[in-house]
């Protein structure tokens, strides 16, 4: 157990909807990382908040967006979904950002 | 531009045969390089930072060692308790984000 926690582990929806994903990092860990990983691109990175402040940016959509609240949470949301966007979401946090990250369990998003 | 892989994409052992790992990478500045393992449906579990060349870490019959250019995670005796996917990342310099191989299936088989 990492010490990340994620929900909902599981999400099925249709397309055109939105939803959001919930993280809650390790304790005392600052920063947040959100991940896609669908079987055709691998583990990709979308976006990085460090205590509260968006730090860096991936290859995430116009269509998701994340932020990171003051106890330290994130969530990812993710609308006007497409078929594409199945794949599985993972948070990871770090206390900072150079050392290793440690990756939540994952939310599984079935887009129908 | 940024880029890490891994060979082979699949590997399958007898329990007991050690075999390597390989992880080549091209980054402008080499900030980190680390090893997960990921198990189906879940998320990868941290492995080892390694951090410059020359430099080596072991964790039961893993260990993982650094180059200029490459990494190699060597398992030694594996169990099927070892079978797993095991991913490599990198952080340049400059970047806080992790780039990610696509990984080696590995299977060992009693």
């Known amino acids: 157990d990492s010490g990340v926690t994620q929900t909902p582990k599981h999400l099925i929806t249709a397309t055109g909807q939105r939803v959001t994903l919930r993280c809650s990092p390790r304790s005392g860990d600052l920063s947040v990382y959100w991940y896609q990983q669908s079987l055709d691109q691998g583990l990709q990175f979308l976006i990085q908040y460090y205590n509260g402040e968006e730090r860096a940016k991936g290859n995430i959509l116009e269509r998701f967006s994340a932020q990171q609240f003051p106890d330290l949470h994130s969530e990812l949301n993710l609308s006007s979904l497409e078929l594409g966007d199945s794949a599985l979401y993972f948070c990871?946090?770090?206390?900072?950002?150079?050392?290793?990250?440690?990756f939540g369990p994952g939310t599984r998003l079935t887009v129908l | 531009e940024d880029q890490v892989t891994q060979s082979p994409e699949a590997l399958r052992l007898q329990e007991g045969e050690s075999s390597s790992l390989n992880c080549s990478y091209t980054v402008s500045g080499l900030r980190g390089l680390f090893w997960y393992r990921q198990d189906p449906g879940k998320g990868p579990e941290f492995l080892f930072t390694l951090y410059s060349a020359g430099e080596e870490k072991e964790k039961e019959r893993l260990k993982a060692t650094l180059t200029k250019k490459e990494s190699f995670l060597h398992i030694t005796a594996p169990k099927p308790e070892d079978s797993a996917t095991y991913l490599c990342?990198?952080?340049?310099?400059?970047?806080?984000?992790?780039?990610f191989g696509a990984g080696t299936r590995l299977a060992v088989h009693p």
């Open positions: 990871a946090s770090s206390v900072d950002s150079y050392q290793e990250q440690f």
């Open positions: 990342a990198v952080q340049a310099s400059g970047y806080n984000k992790l780039i």
